[in-house]
């Protein structure tokens, strides 16, 4: 169950957050600091966007959200599957499933990285344009 409520606390949390309107720096409501890459480069990281359109998403500005992050919009949705799906496993069971990495998770994982790297040059072009 606290597997779940974690996988569900980003997009929670997003709810409450002021959708920076320059697309990225949203994250600094919760005490972090900018991105170095954008400060020293005026490059975005991969992940400059991402608070913002979790932020969007869970607003249900849905179109706005796609469009700032569209793998941050992806993300979202699959946290908040994961969450949920966790929740009614530990509800139907009453147990977790087992936390050791399985070659699933190393397959979830790798993709997740890739998404982020195919959407940067997204990410880059937008600020740019």
Known sequence: MVLGLAFLTPAVAAHWLTPDPRGYGTHCQLWLPPCMLKMLTGVPCPFCGMTTSFALLAQGQLREGLATHPVGALFFVATL????????????????PDPRPTRWWRLVERTALCLLLAGWPYQVWRTFR
């Open 81 to 96: 599957l994961a969450g949920l799906a966790l929740l009614g496993m530990a509800a139907a069971r009453g147990e977790l």
